[in-house]
């Protein structure tokens, strides 16, 4: 089992809709949880962290499911700029951080 | 904002030639990292480094690569013999440790490494 998995994609979806990924990961000690955005070809950039009550920043939301190591990201409302790779990333104490492969979406007008 | 920098943005390389990439973190971040992102597949963590030494390492970071922080301000990637499949994105990032476990990482925009 890949440490962390997320949704294959590629997710197209028209302007204003509502769109949600999934990410599960192994390893029960991982301790941190993130997500990152990625525009082709450029640096990771964080989107935001995952607490274990949820949380919400604007049109994003973020929500940790520990006991089923499963963790969320709804975009509400899609703009053409959310067009991009969405990273999930775990860390498991230390500083390691382990990404899955990305999730692409597509916002289309 | 302050941001962490890296040179050069493109190095092009022969196969068994030695290569530095230049990361320059963030003024008052302790810890530093490299990843790499090979054309097309995901983002791989490859070193920490904090306080002068390495923290922590993947099995990827073999004895061909090494870490340094010559300076006050510069953290540097050595590849001694690349390989083809050296060919890469490599970033650099760098924290704060708040202790938390949660300190964001920012990352650079990246070295691409293309070996012939």
């Known amino acids: 089992r890949k440490e962390v998995e997320q949704d294959p994609g590629p997710f197209n979806v028209p302007e204003g809709a509502t769109v949600a990924f999934n990410c599960t990961y192994s390893?029960?000690?991982?301790?941190?949880f993130f997500w990152y955005r990625q525009d082709c070809r450029k640096e990771p950039k964080l989107l935001m962290s995952?607490?274990?009550s949820g949380n919400e920043d604007g049109r994003f939301t973020a929500q940790l499911n520990r006991a089923s190591q499963y963790i969320s990201l709804l975009i509400r409302d899609s703009k053409l700029s959310d067009s991009a790779t969405y990273l999930c990333?775990?860390?498991?104490?230390?500083?390691?951080?382990?990404f899955g492969a990305g999730t692409r979406l597509f916002v289309k007008a | 904002e302050p941001e962490v920098t890296q040179t050069p943005s493109h190095q092009v390389t022969q196969m068994g030639q030695e290569v530095i990439l230049r990361c320059v973190p963030i003024?008052?971040?302790?810890?530093f990292y490299w990843y790499r992102q090979i054309l097309g597949q995901k983002v791989e963590f490859l070193v920490s480094f904090y306080n002068n030494e390495i923290s922590e390492k993947s099995e990827i970071f073999d004895d061909q690569f090494s870490v340094e922080r010559p300076d006050g301000s510069n953290f540097t990637l050595k590849i001694r013999s690349t390989k083809l499949e050296d060919s890469a994105m490599y970033f650099c990032?760098?924290?704060?440790?708040?202790?938390?476990?949660?300190?964001?990482?920012?990352f650079g925009p990246g070295t691409r490494l293309l070996v012939l």
């Open positions: 003024s008052n971040h302790l810890y």
């Open positions: 995952v607490y274990s």
């Open positions: 390893n029960s000690a991982s301790q941190s």
């Open positions: 990333a775990v860390r498991t104490g230390g500083f390691k951080t382990i």
């Open positions: 990032a760098s924290s704060y440790d708040l202790g938390t476990g949660r300190e964001t990482q920012y």
